[in-house]
């Protein structure tokens, strides 16, 4: 069964640095999400992307947020400068649309 | 406010047993879907249950929805070691595919 995949599965970063969070979801969907949750907490919405534009975001997803489709496959989430606040797993989901998403595993994000 | 809160946060049955999970919300909603998470995973989707349907049931899972309480609740029968991990309740609004989701019930079951 197709998947969606994140690399790298754990990264670690210093504050004020930027990451790079990467997804590939299932080929046929059209409908990409950046969700996080930090550790022991609900899982939160961040970011929808549809038609090679953000389509919601929610208050969290602020101007050191940013996603990008750079190719047909690949679906990333960049934050700018880092703060120890985002440690989180961060979770890339996809759809094709009025179906139920398919989460990857996650990238659980460190900033010290 | 919340939309989707979970209750209770934990729960702890023995192998066998029923575990039953409730899950409010407070807006209208177009549907409802619970989530599963084994410890430090992504989500595995259940089951959906759309805001004119009351019951669903998919193998040992069953779903009520009462839209007029805006409350549902996830059973699953005759539990196993195998089912531990966290449910999530997530709601989509009217309007769009975005989940909104819920606090979580962690459930362990004893072998």
């Known amino acids: 069964e197709p998947e969606v995949t994140q690399t790298p599965s754990h990264q670690v970063t210093q504050m004020g640095q930027e990451v790079i969070l990467r997804c590939v979801p299932i080929?046929?969907?059209?409908?990409f999400y950046w969700y996080r949750q930090i550790l022991g907490q609900k899982v939160e919405f961040l970011v929808s992307?549809?038609?090679?534009?953000?389509?919601?975001k929610s208050e969290i997803f602020d101007d050191q947020f940013s996603v990008e489709r750079p190719d047909g496959s690949n679906f990333t989430l960049k934050i700018r400068s880092t703060k120890l606040e985002d440690s989180a797993m961060y979770f890339c989901?996809?759809?094709?649309?009025?179906?139920?998403?398919?989460f990857g595993n996650g990238t659980r994000l460190t900033v010290t | 406010s919340q939309q989707g809160e979970e209750d209770p946060q934990a729960l702890s049955i023995q192998e066998g047993e029923n575990a039953t999970m409730n899950c409010s919300y407070k807006t209208s909603i177009n549907n409802l879907q619970w989530y599963r998470q084994n410890s430090g995973r992504g989500l595995v989707h259940l089951i959906l249950i759309r805001s004119n349907e009351r019951e669903k049931h998919s193998g040992r899972l069953r779903v009520t929805l009462d839209t007029s309480k805006k409350s549902s609740s996830l059973l699953i029968t005759a539990s196993r070691a195998a089912d531990t991990a966290s449910y999530f309740c997530a709601t989509v609004l009217n309007a769009g595919n975005m989940l909104t989701f819920g606090g979580g019930t962690r459930l362990m079951v004893k072998p």
């Open positions: 989901a996809s759809t094709r649309g009025n179906s139920p998403l398919h």
């Open positions: 992307f549809y038609n090679n534009e953000i389509s919601e």
């Open positions: 080929s046929n969907h059209l409908y």
